[in-house]
Antibody, heavy 122, light 110 residues
């Protein structure tokens, strides 16, 4: 089955860190760029980070730049997101998604995971 | 505040047609294609429309998308109870040099 499954979320204290994982299956993971997107409670979606198929290019949203590292292991069909110095406003469901194309005029994601909840609270 | 603007809610009775708008700028919708997604909380978002109006295989033709200028819209015709979900739009933004999303529209089937 073609799917993405996130894991690693949980309750973290402010200032703490977390590493999220996204396991891909059913397709050739190494052929696709991947992104992380988050949705805070009651809010819309926010792109967090992206990584190209061979990890050559990585990009981060300004809201997380300097606190987040996106990485991938194509041999293990896995995507990761390390988040440091967690703040209350990092509380969100974090989704990983597959980019069908990175051509900016034609960009879209054709496969998403169910998400993993990260709660930052003391 | 999402970069792309959607109404927070929309509703209709079974069989009706519901339209959801997505408003942006020249730097995003005005220059690039729009995609639409359906999301039921607790499940994986599902691609409904890409390239403004293209449907992936498996998406019913009750769902249609269009774009004009800096706005796009998603129409759901023949509304069904299973269409009750959140819908959000997305596009690339040339000024921000990144991916942007709408705030989402919750569709209720009355």
């Amino acid at each position: 089955e073609v799917q993405l499954v996130e894991s690693g979320g949980g309750l973290v204290r402010p200032g703490g860190s977390l590493k999220l994982s996204c396991a891909a299956s059913g397709f050739t993971f190494s052929n696709y760029g991947m992104i992380w997107v988050r949705q805070a409670p009651g809010k819309g979606l926010e792109w967090v980070a992206s990584i190209s198929s061979a990890s050559s290019f990585r990009k981060y949203a300004d809201s997380v730049k300097g606190r987040v590292i996106i990485s991938r292991d194509n041999a293990k069909d896995s995507l990761f997101l390390e988040v440091d110095s967690l703040r209350d406003d990092d509380t969100a469901v974090y989704f990983c998604a597959r980019e069908q194309t990175t051509v900016t005029t034609d960009w879209y994601c054709d496969l998403w995971g169910r998400g993993t909840l990260v709660t930052v609270s003391s | 505040q999402s970069v792309l603007t959607q109404p927070p809610s929309a509703s209709g009775t079974p069989g009706q047609r519901v339209t959801i708008s997505c408003s942006g700028r020249n730097s995003n919708i005005g220059s690039n294609s729009v995609s639409w997604y359906q999301h039921l909380p607790g499940t994986a978002p599902r691609l409904l429309i890409y390239r403004n109006g293209q449907r992936p295989s498996g998406v019913p033709d009750r769902f249609s998308g269009s774009k004009s200028g800096t706005s796009a819209s998603l129409a759901i015709s023949g509304l069904r109870s299973e269409d009750e979900a959140d819908y959000f739009c997305a596009a690339w933004d040339d000024t921000l040099n990144g991916r942007v999303f709408g705030g989402g529209t919750k569709v209720t089937v009355l």
